[in-house]
């Protein structure tokens, strides 16, 4: 059993900046990959950044703004998120996929762009 726990959501202003932190933790854990997704209101979950051995993919909505990282030595996966937009307003989530194939997900945290 995989529990991630999510952290680093709020209200900011558009233009400014979080950090989102999910933290791993588990028995024998093999992660293959981690990354963040979100879903808005009335749509559905979208890919916003993956990073597996090292590479980073990101949805072209937030090239230039958002920044993953991980620590595999702490089982963590960051991200940056600057220059926030209106549109930019979800619930973040979690993602790590295991070597056994095993998906799990956070419990999500809202982040909130509005003036």
């Known amino acids: 059993q995989v529990q991630l726990v999510e952290s680093g959501g709020g209200l900011v202003q558009p233009g400014g900046s979080l950090r989102l932190s999910c933290a791993a933790s588990g028995r024998d854990l093999s992660i293959v990959a981690m990354g963040w997704y979100r879903q808005a209101p009335g749509k559905e979950r979208e890919t916003v950044a993956v990073?597996?051995?090292?590479?980073?993919n990101y949805a072209d909505s937030v090239k230039g703004r958002f920044t993953i990282t991980r620590n595999t030595a702490k089982d963590t996966v960051d991200m940056q998120v600057n220059s926030l937009k209106r549109k930019d307003t979800a619930v973040y989530y979690c993602?790590?996929?295991?070597?056994?194939?095993?998906?799990?997900w956070g419990q999500g945290t809202q982040v909130t762009v509005s003036s």
């Open positions: 993602d790590v996929l295991l070597g056994g194939g095993q998906n799990y």
């Open positions: 990073i597996i051995s090292g590479s980073t």
